[in-house]
């Protein structure tokens, strides 16, 4: 009778163990069989274990919802998750069993979401509205305003409390990455995202970047520019710091494109320790940015 090799699994590879009995299974198949399936198995456990499995939070939102889709179709890549708020927002992306609910000003209800990750996009933040009207080829600045109930505790609950809350639950985890989505204007206390209704937004948003920054976490921080409702892929990205791309024509940037920029930054180790500014020329103007690696390289800063 022919002799079936134990197949002998990496012990720190916990998606393997519970088939490591497999090949010894008495079923009534040949030996050859046998083996056959347990090859199979070690594949398909390979294959899961070589995905990243990363969860964005805020996956409601505009933009969470287009990380949230594009991890769900990039299968060979990721294992998706989501985090949003309430049953309606789940139901709103699929209402599918890897979105969790949770709200990240309680600490332990967002822990289950956070556990075996591997990388967390966080997408979180108060909401301020846009006024109507506003052009951007005309130049000058948007103006905002919060609805009523929503400033300025609420600000600093999300947009601090909040955001601090999911980086120590990282932490906790042991989660390798954390892309975190906020905004340009940090650097002016005048910015009128400040302004409204003394909610200093940017002011909290800044501090829950410097605490991701000092955590030891490896981060990337993307600074998102006026956030257009168009579609990705089709312009050329620009990266800044310190708020110097206000200061131009190029302040604005599709959703899509941020969201592609955050699954990029998983991808490259030069994306790593790196915070910067996002935005992008008008569509006609220079070359669609296809090579993520090279944008990534333009950026020195760590803060």
């Keep these: 009778m022919a002799i079936v090799p134990r197949v002998t699994f990496p012990s720190n590879l916990s998606a393997y163990k519970c088939f490591s009995s497999l090949p010894e299974i008495s079923t009534g198949f040949s030996s050859q069989n046998k083996l056959r399936t347990s090859r199979v198995i070690i594949a398909m456990a390979t294959d899961s274990s070589s995905r990243s499995t990363v969860l ?35 139901e709103k992306i699929g209402g599918a069993d890897d979105v969790f609910l949770g709200d990240i000003r309680d600490a332990e ?143 604005t940037i599709a959703r899509a494109d941020v969201a592609e920029v955050c699954i990029q930054a998983l991808q490259f180790e030069e994306a790593k320790f790196k915070a910067f500014d996002l935005a992008s020329k008008p569509e006609g103007t220079g070359e669609p940015t296809k090579d993520f690696k090279a944008l990534f390289s333009k950026i020195a800063a760590r803060f």
């Excluded at 939102?61 to 991890?71: D, E, F």
């Excluded at 809350?165 to 206390?189: C, H, P, R, Y």
């Design 56 to 90: 964005v939070t805020g996956a409601a939102g505009r933009t969470g919802q287009i990380v949230y889709k594009k991890l769900k179709e990039r299968v060979d890549q990721y294992v998706a998750r989501g985090l949003v708020r309430t049953e309606e927002s789940k």
């Design 109 to 251: 209800s967002i822990t289950p979401a956070i556990q075996g990750i591997d990388a967390l996009v966080i997408l979180t933040s108060g909401v301020p509205k846009m006024k109507p009207g506003f052009d951007p080829s005309k130049g000058g600045r948007p103006e905002f305003y919060f609805e009523e109930g929503a400033y300025p505790e609420q600000v600093i609950a999300v947009d601090w409390i909040g955001q601090k809350n999911q980086i120590d639950a990282a932490k906790e985890a042991g989660v390798k990455q954390i892309v975190l989505v906020g905004s340009m204007g940090g650097t002016d206390l005048n910015h009128p995202l400040n302004s409204l209704g003394n909610g200093n937004i940017l002011v909290w948003k800044r501090k829950a970047e410097q605490y991701l920054a000092d955590s030891g976490i490896p981060y990337t921080i993307i600074r998102a520019g006026g956030l257009q409702d168009k579609e990705g892929g089709l312009r050329e990205l620009i990266v800044g710091k310190d708020d110097e791309l206000l200061q131009t024509e190029t302040r």
